[in-house]
């Protein structure tokens, strides 16, 4: 395993769709943290060096410069391989030129930020912060000081959102020196403020047409709509977020982390003081061969790749083009099979769910 994923609970605004594990940042739990996170590493141990770290969150740069400085000191220790993808999540509003400083001396080589829109008053909605030009300043600094590859977070689908509205944040988005897009369609989370104030999501057509939007000017300006939800310029695909999509193993450490370790996949207690207190894992489940069969059709055929039938016949002896579910959605034209490759074509990645619920 070469991939490791660190959850950074700590937030400094909560967000109004907010459903992951996060907590408001509070100094007194920082440093116990990090122990804990060096601690939940040497319980595994690494089995060889790293080759992508992703640190996310939460809000990892909600962390003062002293407590990173003490976070990435402890990850400059870890064995990791000369052309490592090491990336960091962050707000942009907390983002500083020292703080930039600090990833480039630490070796941190991507940043990724949470945009979502650039529309104050949905961003209003959102409880999120920021403003267009703060984004632009921002970004064109961090771009400036060295790191060139970065990855920011567009959400669509917000209530009473106009696809001028969409448009307008893409076309800002393409001016921006970015290498990677992730897409996000607002979801109404249960125990989240948006659910609580009974906000619907707008309807499936539109979310369908804005869906179909980011796709057509995504490609158009030299995007690859490498996975269902993300775009990358050429040589920019997240090596992180592959390795999940490829069913490879990571270490997963944190609150509220999920890790894949040898035929073991686990999701740690999403409760801080528990952590603290050394608890691990919060549900765990043994993956046989016939289970990994299913995450490796549900994980793979979310990329444009898809994945190799040979492979998968020598890997579980299962001729994929012959099962009676394959030639159904063969025949829909849902599934295409090239030169060895069964995949999803672009236009029914949308549809995706539905298509893999058939098959499996
Ligand atoms: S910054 Fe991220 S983790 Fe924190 S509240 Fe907002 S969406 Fe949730």
Redesign the pocket.
């Known amino acids: 395993m070469e991939a490791l994923y660190i959850h950074i609970p700590f937030?400094k605004t909560?967000?109004s769709y907010?459903d992951?594990c996060?907590v408001f940042y509070q100094e007194k739990w920082t440093k116990p943290y990090i122990e804990a996170l060096r601690k939940e590493l040497d319980e595994y141990g690494l089995s060889r060096p790293l080759s992508t770290i992703y640190i996310g969150?939460?809000?990892p740069n909600s962390l003062s410069n002293k407590e990173l400085e003490i976070l990435l000191n402890w990850i400059d220790t870890l064995p990791k391989q000369e052309n490592i993808e090491y990336t960091i999540e962050c707000?942009v509003e907390l983002i500083t030129k020292e703080q930039i400083s600090l990833f480039l001396k630490h070796g941190i080589n991507r940043v990724s930020i949470?945009i979502q829109t650039t529309h104050d008053h949905h961003l209003a909605k959102l409880n999120r912060h920021h403003n267009q030009d703060e984004i632009e300043y921002k970004i064109n600094l961090i771009s400036r000081m060295g790191i060139k590859n970065i990855n920011v977070d567009l959400m669509y689908a917000f209530p009473n959102e106009t696809m001028e509205e969409l448009e307008k944040d893409i076309n800002f988005f393409l001016t921006l020196p970015i290498t990677h897009i992730s897409t996000y369609s607002l979801m109404i989370e249960p125990n989240t403020k948006l659910y609580i104030e009974n906000i619907q999501p707008i309807s499936e057509d539109l979310d369908a047409e804005m869906y179909n939007l980011i796709c057509h000017k995504l490609k158009e300006n030299n995007f690859e709509h490498y996975e269902i939800s993300n775009f990358a310029k050429i040589g920019y695909q997240s090596k992180h977020n592959l390795t999940y999509w490829r069913n490879k193993g990571y270490y997963g450490i944190g609150v509220g982390a999920s890790g894949y370790i040898e035929n073991l996949r686990y999701t740690n207690t999403r409760s801080l003081t528990a952590y603290l207190n050394g608890t691990r894992h919060l549900e765990e489940e043994s993956i046989s061969k016939e289970l990994n069969q299913e995450y490796e059709l549900l994980l793979k055929l979310r990329l444009k790749e898809g994945l190799s039938i040979s492979e998968y016949q020598n890997k579980y002896g299962i001729d994929l083009l012959s099962l009676d579910s394959v030639k159904r959605e063969m025949r829909k034209q849902n599934i295409e099979y090239h030169d060895d490759r069964m995949f999803i074509p672009e236009h029914k990645l949308y549809i995706s769910n539905e298509i893999l619920v058939d098959l499996l």
Request: aromatic fraction near 10%; charged fraction near 10%; hydrophobic fraction near 20%.
């Open positions: 937030c909560i967000c907010c992951f996060k969150g939460g809000t707000n949470g």
